[in-house]
Each structure stands twice: as structure tokens, then as C-alpha cells.
């Protein structure tokens, strides 16, 4: 492990225009693996722990994503000539053209000379990212080094690759070993588009090293969370709970919604290491039941759950009957669920999709499942993108349901503040005013037709006295020796009844 005091001073130089005069975190050694960073003092829930910049940044480039975007602002270019006309292979804007950043970048990819300098290629603008270390300054580059490399035998194949699309790629050892080395750093600790480190349901288009967040370690439940400001690329991290002084600062490596199993493989093949926290080590997941099944035996309805925790294959154990299955057994239960309902989160129809999210899913896999949380979030994700074929009732009533059903497995699970929790709060809160609207608007409805009701009655009453004052009045005015000859005159039914109950 390099010297916490080290790494801080690197740091801080990196850090020095972001840096406070008491900052809120130190580089310390960890309890949980190498250094970490440790709380200077206690910290609320949503408290900016720090603020950090990318050391190195640049665009991901994977073969799906579009190419024509500027290598210097990443803003998207338009389709045609967004080549650099100097022959340097990299797409870039008319503007960042001019600046100081691209010229360092061109000058050097030129000096490689790339084999099609006007044909958008991903291997050569994805290495830029890594490129831009050799130009660094001296503290820059060791900070690089000063950081965890975890050093497999692929971290030279991007390079070795990269390699073949220049004609005069550098055969210096110390380039391609600061090249290399940087590849490693950044699967190790950085950020790319296809490693998991963007979990918290937002998006980072980039491949992106920032030297403090990197010295982060990891925890199922982490106690921060981050997010970008866009205009700089910077990162925000903030408190997720309270944190106490001189507790350690940890992020998650990982979805939160993954499963123990396949986070454990997650870790364990991407990062190298066994993950030992609390969630790790408890097979319910603090009774999320994330991973959980149902029981194989027809007569019983029990959760199953991994025996153990921390295997790859480990055997279940039905919580109820007690019954015990092997993984591969639990695994087509899992394998078969999951196919159903991804089928009907590809399905065309929102509507089809959630009936059966609310009808028929739980009868084969249950609502915590990992799978289930996932296609609710893709039905709140297309909700926000339109109602498609629901109601506007049904998208009220299932944004409601689904976010109340994902914040109560994020509660169970102990987390914290997330991006994730305050989309959900956000939609639910709107969601919810809605429906109140809606009853609102339905009582005064209510309360419009009982008054129109009560006033016809009251009118019709009105009317019948009216009518009875009238035949009063009428046979008041008649002297009683005038009788029609017909007999008396008819009597109100009220009197009637008067005398009725007289005569009875
Ligand atoms: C981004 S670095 C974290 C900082 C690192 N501890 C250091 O000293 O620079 C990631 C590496 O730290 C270690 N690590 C992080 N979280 C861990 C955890 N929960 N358990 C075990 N090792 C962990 C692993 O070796 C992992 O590859």
C-alpha cells in the first residue's frame, strides 16, 4: 500500500481549486482493504463530502455508441467532416479545434500517424483517454501511479491493439509502460461506460479517472453517493446517511440492485476481490430477499435463499419446509423467471407489461426479486417517457405502486440517499398529487351533484307548500256554504294524515 500521507499531498495538489480550508475527509488506512477515505467529522445525510476533477476524461467510444462527437467538449458533432483535418484521427468541433487541449492531443496522435486519419475509429478515440497520461505533469502522472493498479494479464491487450491502427505507434518502453499502467488504473478505479460504476441510475458517457473518488472503497450499502455537474464533468460526493467522525467514506462498485451471487462475481471478476460487508454476509439481504425464490416443492409457498454467502454455487435452503435445492436446480427457477418476464419488458405493450407485473408474476417468482425490481424500473423509466398504451389512471396508479414497492426494498436494504431514491420520491410526490387532484376533483364533483340534488328537492318541496299555502289561502277565501258540489275541498296530505291520526 503507497503512504496515505503521499497520496494526500498528490491530492491536494490535484484538488488545490476545489480544496477547503476543513475538508470534510482524509486519506487514511482502511479497515476494509489498502487506504481509504475516512469522515474528518461527523456528517449529515446530504452534506457535500467533496468535490472532485477529472484527472483524466475522455470519450468512451464503444462500437455503439456514435462516434461524432467532439473529443475535446464531447459535444455531438454534425454527421459529415467532423474529422480533424489534420490528420490526427480524432472527431472534434470547430471550436475545441482551436484549443490548447486538441492541439497537444493532435500533435501527438499525428506524430503516430494513424492508418485512416478521416475514418472515425473507436479503438484509436477510445485511447485517448489513456493517451493524454503521457503528457501530463510529473505530480499528475504519479498520482496515476500512486493509485491501486490491479494488474491482470489483459491490461495490455488495449494498448497492443491501439497499436495497429498507427504507423508510427512509440516502441519506448516507458510510454507504452504509462500507457499500460493507466489502463489498469482505470479499470481498476475509474469510470468507463461499460464497467458498473454508473449505478445509481444516471448515465456517464465517458471514460473518466477522478484520483480521490479512486481511492473510495467499496460497500454493498454505501454510505455516499455522487453525481456529475455537467458543465464541468466534475464529481459531487455527498453524505447517503449520517456518517461519523472517523468512520470510512465507501461508494458501491456495484447495481444496488443486484443480487448477493451475482455481485459476488461481479467483484470478484472485475475488481479481485470478496466482498465481506453486512449484505454480503447475510443470505436474506437484510430480509430484501433480492435473490430469493420460491420453493420448488408445489405444496409449499416458502422464500428460498442461498445457504451460504460468498459461493458462486452455493446450495438453498427453503425458509419455510426447510427443503434444500443445488444451485443449478435454483438457477432454472431464476433462469425461467427472468425469460418470462424480460419477454414482456420487450413486449410492445406497457399495459401487457404491467398487469402481469401486478396479476401474474408473483404466482412463479417473487415481488422482491432482483428481476421483478428491474422491469419495474423499466416501466417507471418508459412511464417517464410516455404513457404509451396506459390510462392516465393506470400510469398514475403504477408510478405510485412501483415506487413505493422500490423504496421499501431501498429502506429494507438500508440505503440511503441515492439519485435513484430521489427520482423515485420526485415521481411518486408528483404522482401522488396527482391522485389527490383527481379525488379532489371527484368530491367537489360529488358535492356539486348532492347540492343540485338537495336543491331540486328543496325546490319541489318549495313548490308543494307553495301549492299547499295556496289551496290553503283558496279555501280560507271560499265561505263554507259555497262547498262545490262535489264534495269538500281536498285536503293537503299533511292535514289528512292530521286527521287520520285524529280519527284513529
Ligand atoms: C478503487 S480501489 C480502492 C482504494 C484502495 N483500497 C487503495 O488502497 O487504493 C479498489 C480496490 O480496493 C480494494 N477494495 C475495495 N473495496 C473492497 C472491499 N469491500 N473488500 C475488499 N477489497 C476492497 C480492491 O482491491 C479493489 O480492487
Not at 467 to 472: F, V
Request: hydrophobic content about 35%; proline content about 5%.
Amino acid at each position: 500500500m503507497i503512504c496515505p500521507k503521499r497520496t494526500s499531498e498528490l491530492l491536494d495538489l490535484h484538488l488545490a481549486p476545489f480544496k477547503d480550508k476543513d475538508p470534510a475527509w482524509e486519506i487514511g488506512v482502511s479497515k476494509i482493504a489498502g487506504r481509504g477515505v475516512m469522515a474528518t467529522r461527523a456528517l449529515k445525510r446530504g452534506e457535500i463530502i467533496f468535490t472532485d476533477s477529472p484527472l483524466l476524461i475522455g470519450l468512451a467510444a464503444l462500437e455503439e455508441d456514435s462516434l461524432n462527437a467532439c473529443s475535446v467538449c464531447f459535444k455531438a458533432l454534425p454527421d459529415t467532416r467532423f474529422m480533424c483535418r489534420q490528420g490526427c484521427g480524432l472527431p472534434v468541433c470547430n471550436l475545441c479545434g482551436k484549443k490548447k487541449q486538441h492541439k497537444t492531443d493532435c500533435d501527438l496522435f499525428k506524430s503516430w500517424a494513424p492508418n485512416e486519419p478521416d475514418v472515425a475509429n473507436s479503438v484509436i478515440i477510445r485511447l485517448l483517454c489513456v493517451a493524454r497520461a503521457i503528457n501530463l505533469t510529473k505530480d499528475q502522472r504519479d498520482l496515476i501511479y500512486c493509485l491501486q493498479a490491479n494488474l491482470d494479464n489483459n491490461h495490455r491487450t488495449e494498448v497492443r491493439n491501439a497499436a495497429k491502427c498507427f504507423k508510427s505507434f512509440p516502441t519506448d518502453k516507458k510510454v507504452i509502460e504509462i500507457m499500460n499502467r493507466t489502463v489498469a488504473v482505470l479499470r481498476t478505479d475509474g469510470f468507463d461506460k461499460t464497467t458498473d460504476r454508473t449505478n445509481d441510475n444516471q448515465e456517464f458517457f465517458y471514460r473518466a479517472l477522478f484520483p480521490l473518488f479512486a481511492v473510495m472503497n467499496h460497500d454493498c450499502i454505501p454510505n455516499s453517493y455522487y453525481t456529475f455537474d455537467e458543465k464541468t464533468n466534475n464529481m459531487i460526493v455527498r453524505a447517503a446517511v449520517d456518517i461519523a467522525e472517523g468512520a470510512e467514506i465507501t461508494t458501491t462498485y456495484t447495481k444496488l440492485f443486484t443480487g448477493n451471487i451475482a455481485r459476488h462475481l461481479f467483484l470478484k471478476m472485475k475488481k479481485g476481490f470478496s466482498c465481506k460487508c453486512p449484505r454480503c454476509s447475510d443470505p436474506t439481504e437484510r430480509n430484501a430477499f433480492i435473490s430469493a425464490l420460491y420453493c420448488r416443492d408445489t405444496n409449499c409457498s416458502g422464500l428460498v435463499v442461498p445457504e451460504i454467502t460468498g459461493l458462486p454455487h452455493p446450495n438453498w435452503n427453503c425458509l419455510a419446509c426447510k427443503q434444500k435445492s443445488t444451485h443449478a436446480q435454483m438457477m432454472k427457477s431464476q433462469d425461467f423467471a427472468s425469460g418470462a418476464i424480460n419477454a414482456k419488458v420487450n413486449s410492445n405493450s406497457l399495459r401487457t407489461l404491467v398487469q402481469y407485473l401486478n396479476e401474474k408474476s408473483d404466482s412463479f417468482i417473487p415481488n422482491s426479486n432482483y428481476v421483478i425490481i428491474d422491469a419495474k424500473m423499466a416501466v417507471l423509466n418508459r412511464l417517464n417517457q410516455g404513457r404509451e398504451d396506459c390510462s392516465l389512471d393506470l400510469a398514475n396508479e403504477t408510478r405510485v405502486r412501483y415506487s413505493r414497492d422500490i423504496m421499501e426494498i431501498m429502506d429494507k436494504l438500508g440505503l440511503g440517499d441515492s439519485i435513484l431514491r430521489s427520482q423515485l420520491e420526485t415521481k411518486l410526490r408528483q404522482a401522488e398529487e396527482k391522485q389527490a387532484k383527481k379525488l379532489q376533483a371527484e368530491a367537489e364533483k360529488q358535492a356539486k351533484k348532492l347540492a343540485a340534488e338537495q336543491q331540486k328537492k328543496q325546490q319541489a318541496n318549495g313548490q308543494a307548500e307553495a301549492g299547499e299555502a295556496a289551496s290553503e289561502a283558496a279555501s280560507e277565501a271560499t265561505p263554507a256554504t259555497s262547498e262545490p258540489s262535489g264534495g269538500p275541498a281536498p285536503t293537503p296530505p299533511a292535514a289528512s294524515a292530521a286527521a287520520a291520526t285524529e280519527q284513529a
